[in-house]
């Protein structure tokens, strides 16, 4: 049966007279595809589960003090609707007076949401959709806190070069995202003109017939050597086997192995540790915060520090500020963050981790930037056309 809800949440307790209703939105699809329960097999998940309102409410209760101290009151309306009502679901928001909404939704539904606002004064903070051709659609109305698929493949990238592997071998699955995963990659290390020596798609039947794409010492032997194996798998099924399994002795990065995430619950520095362990006290059941929830978390924290920081009270100085580089993000990755101009897409290290330790943060050492040391990952303003 299909459930909606929707919760209007008063998250700050001491409201003051006088004091401005501060109005955020937080939209989700009730039955995302993408944390379905069904893709985790023995009881290993294979993809992050939980929906990310609690990071939503712990960056509002961060960020309390300093929205008493302006005369903002936070209300949160969050809404969690099947596919065919999130327009309508995000128009009663907006009459409802939301200024920003924070949505965990596919690229699709994110491109096609911001169409249907353009119309609107909202401000649509893209949680969850890494896609790189939702930045080139550069809708005016849309701001990205997920980092893109470019900016993931340039830190696995940059960690090759500082490793000196100069040639891979590329296993891709069959899906969309899958795709634009391997397609990312591949442009990022021709950027530093390494390898691909093979670009392979991998099957995930057990048809024998098939067995050159489902087998791994198959489909990763009868080539050129090789220093590394990215493997783009959205679902995970497929790259849980691919480490210790190549035909060659060699590292694997991408799906498994080695992977560039906005965010790992074992980043120890810069204040990580408590916000993990603030997210796991006010999450319903205790969980780990997944790069998702960080995504979510920073993106409602940009927007308070905008109203906040705005030197005036009007719509148009809290988003004139929230697209500057004069925004300063704290998000407890060592590095000031804000929203580059040319794509929407918030600036920010990337952590490089195994499955319980983080490895680098990028940008690595030696990977500079003319402007801002931040914009070596993802496209530069240089490179990047709308279409």
Known sequence: ??????????????????????RIGLLRLENDPRYDEDF??????????GDVSA????????????TDARGFTPVLSEAAVGDGELQEAARAMVDEGVTHLVVDLPAAEVDALAAALADTPVTILNTTAPDDWLRRKCHANLLHAAASDRMISDALVQHAVARKWTSFLVLRGKTERDTARADAFIAAAERFRLRVVDDREFDLST?????????????????????????????GEFARYVPYQTALPRPVIGATGLVALEWHWAFERYGA???????????????????????????????????????????????????SDKLRLDGSK??????????????????????????????????????????????????????
């Not at 985790?40 to 589960?49: D, F």
């Not at 969980?287 to 705005?310: C, E, H, N, P, Y």
């Open 55 to 66: 990071a939503v409410r712990m960056a509002i209760s961060d960020m309390e003090m300093l």
């Open 273 to 323: 540790p408590q916000v993990n362990s603030r997210f796991e006290s006010m999450s319903e059941d205790g969980r780990r915060m997944g790069w998702q929830d960080w995504s979510a978390w920073i993106a409602t924290r940009a927007v308070l520090t905008a109203f906040a920081k705005a030197r005036g009270d009007g719509l148009e100085d809290v988003n004139e500020l929230l697209r």
């Open 207 to 235: 048809n024998p017939e098939m067995r050159e794409q489902n087998n791994i010492a198959l489909i990763t032997g009868g080539t050129r050597d090789y220093d590394a194996v990215f493997i783009a798998d959205e679902i």
């Open 40 to 49: 985790a097999y023995a009881r290993i998940e294979l993809r992050p589960l």
């Open 334 to 387: 060592g590095a000031q963050m804000s929203f580059r101009s040319w794509n929407g897409q918030l600036r920010m290290p990337v952590l490089l981790s195994t499955q319980n330790a983080i490895i680098g943060v990028a940008p690595l050492e030696g990977f500079e930037h003319q402007t801002n040391s931040l914009d070596a990952l993802g496209f530069d303003e240089g490179e990047f056309a709308c279409d």
């Open 1 to 22: 049966m299909k459930r909606v809800i929707v919760a209007l949440l008063a998250l700050c307790l001491a409201q003051t007279a006088g004091a401005a209703d501060l």
